[in-house]
């Protein structure tokens, strides 16, 4: 077994890469991301997205 405090020693067999995505360390877990929905979903945040009404676009332009 490895020492991972130990900086001096050498790696006479480099580990092979882990397959797949890399982690964040910042996962959410399945409560807090349903929170966060409801909140949302309460608040009525959209995610920051614009709508964009084009029926009201097009009356300003046309008068």
């Not at 077994?1 to 797949?20: C, H, T, Y």
């Not at 991301?33 to 964009?52: E, L, N, P, T």
Request: proline share 3%; glycine share 8%.
């Amino acid at each position: 077994m490895q020492d991972l405090s130990d900086k001096n020693i050498v790696e006479i067999f480099p580990l092979p890469k882990k397959r797949g995505r890399s982690s964040t360390r910042q996962a959410k877990s399945s409560a807090e991301r349903q929170a966060a929905y409801r909140f949302r979903k309460h608040h009525g945040s959209d995610g920051g997205q614009v709508a964009i009404n084009h029926g009201n676009i097009e009356q300003q332009t046309c008068s």
